[in-house]
């Protein structure tokens, strides 16, 4: 698997004009803003053909406020189109920049071909 950047920024927008808007950029380590993108990957052995995988990288609370962010990695295999593993990892109360590690599939990096950020939710958690 090639590793490239990846970046994901997402905004969401709020229905009220006194809201602030919430945004999260999705980077890899060395902070590249390449788009389209896949994710950094790492093996959790030092054998990348035995179990397991995650994912590695940044996330940087671009908002005013703090928020909880969920990240959804889908893993694919063998040219598939659908997802054979799904990780899910949750970054509570982010201030401003953290590093994740996903939560990983069940599948080692060498089976891996290719990982896809899904889903990025947001929700603010106090005042500006």
Do not use: W
């Amino acid at each position: 698997m090639g590793i490239a950047a990846l970046v994901v920024s997402v905004v969401v927008a709020c229905s009220s004009p006194t809201r602030p808007e919430l945004l999260v950029d999705v980077l890899t380590p060395d902070g590249s803003l390449i788009p389209p993108a896949i994710p950094v990957t790492q093996s959790t052995t030092p054998d990348a053909t035995i179990c397991c995988c995650r994912v590695v990288g940044n996330v940087v609370n671009r908002s005013l406020i703090p928020v909880h962010v969920t990240l959804k990695f889908e893993a694919f295999e063998n040219g598939e189109d659908d997802p054979v593993a799904t990780a899910l990892d949750f970054l509570e109360a982010l201030q401003g920049q953290a590093t994740y590690s996903a939560v990983g599939f069940i599948r080692p990096c060498s089976t891996i071909d290719r990982v896809e950020l899904a889903d990025v939710d947001l929700r603010g958690i106090g005042g500006g």
